[in-house]
């Protein structure tokens, strides 16, 4: 028997505080896009709670959306960050200022 | 006006995300617990619900029926993303084609492509050099 879907909902809002916990103070760009992966991951646990609750496998394939584009994004992010390791020898992104007005 | 960086030994910037982030828990437990339980509707004539959303006919019927632009687009920006990686994360200071296949071999024959650079050195000389001359 499935368990009602209020505990998968308020384990996602626990992932989601955290990840926003960790892109408030993070700045090792590393830890910052694991922060933004368990933002997305704790929408993708309401997305398969609901679709179980509901009976929809819509949820579901919303599911993989958002697990490739958080991999394309995952992607890009560290090609950046190397770029940016190879310019300024460091991943603070405190250090990067160039485009601060 | 300066503002104090550390309260009570605590970062300030440490403090308020902590804060920050207890609140959006707790707004959003508070909101969950308002609710009834949330339970499915129990069995219904073709199972229950829960075998219904994970039928993998249902998925990918809602994947390549349903929602198959959203997937096709999906595909296009995973290339996209893809290739920009590779652009923005190609290694520094990759040499041209002319240092990359220097000839090593002095005694080998004139090949074709050193003949014909031979013939377009005049052509391709700038005006301003001969000029110079």
Same mark, same amino acid.
């Given at each position: ?9 308020? +384990? /996602?809002?626990? *992932? @989601?505080? %955290? ?13 910052? !896009? ?25 949820? +579901? /394939?919303?599911? *993989? @959306?958002? %697990? ?13 960050? !190397? ?19 | 006006?300066n503002l104090p960086t550390h309260i009570m030994g605590m970062n ?122």
């Open positions: 028997m499935m368990l009602p879907a209020n505990y998968y909902v308020t +384990l /996602a809002a626990a *992932l @989601f505080a %955290i990840g926003i916990y960790g892109l408030m103070t993070q700045r090792n760009a590393l830890r910052l !896009l694991i922060s933004v992966e368990l933002v997305l991951n704790a929408a993708n646990i309401n997305f398969v709670a609901f679709a179980n609750m509901h009976g929809d496998p819509a949820g +579901l /394939a919303f599911t *993989l @959306f958002v %697990i490739a584009l958080a991999a394309a994004e995952a992607a890009v992010g560290l090609g950046i960050f !190397l770029h940016l390791y190879r310019h300024m020898r460091t991943v603070d992104v405190d250090k990067a200022t160039a485009l601060r007005w | 006006m300030v910037r440490k403090l308020g995300a902590i804060g920050g982030a207890f609140v959006v828990f707790m707004v959003l437990a508070l909101a969950v617990a308002q609710t009834e339980p949330w339970q499915s509707s129990g069995p219904t004539g073709n199972g229950t619900q829960s075998d219904r959303a994970n039928d993998l006919d249902g998925l990918v019927t809602a994947l390549f029926d349903d929602h198959v632009i959203a997937l096709e687009v999906l595909g296009i920006v995973l290339t996209a993303a893809m290739i920009g990686a590779l652009v923005i994360a190609r290694p520094l200071g990759v040499p041209d084609d002319s240092t990359h296949y220097e000839a090593a071999d002095t005694d080998a024959p004139e090949s074709d492509q050193t003949r014909a650079a031979a013939v377009a050195a005049p052509i391709l000389a700038s005006p301003h050099d001969e000029e110079e001359e």
